[in-house]
């Protein structure tokens, strides 16, 4: 029943912008708190950043620090992710998923594919 669809990646240049949106159903999205995640290629999925029900309080690895930022609209059952100032590094599948850092999740959505290449 729990449906993440995330879309809004692509290819995008070193310095540039794009903005993730989560589309989420099954669940009351205006009670959850929800995270972004990244899966680099050879490497194990990783937290990126997280927000509280009510949309206060936000929280980013400190690799997205000063560049991502995390939103919610409860209206829509929609997650965003607003990436600024792109690197080589940020290249990866993001994921959103229910729950703070650190919580246990079974389901994953497919991810959209980020790639940050000239």
């Known amino acids: 029943q729990v449906q993440l669809v995330e879309s809004g990646g692509g290819l995008v240049q070193p310095g540039g912008s794009l903005r993730l949106s989560c589309a989420t159903s099954?669940?009351?999205?205006?009670?959850?708190?929800m995270s972004w995640y990244r899966r680099a290629p050879g490497k194990e999925r990783e937290w990126v950043a997280d927000i509280t029900s009510s949309g206060i309080s936000p929280n980013y690895a400190d690799s997205a620090k000063g560049r991502f930022t995390i939103s919610r609209d409860n209206a829509k059952n929609t997650l965003y992710l607003q990436m600024n100032s792109l690197n080589s590094e940020d290249t990866a599948v993001y994921y959103c998923n229910r729950g703070s850092h650190g919580s246990s999740n079974i389901y994953w959505g497919q991810g959209t594919q980020v790639t940050v290449s000239t």
């Open positions: 099954g669940f009351t999205f205006r009670a959850a708190a």
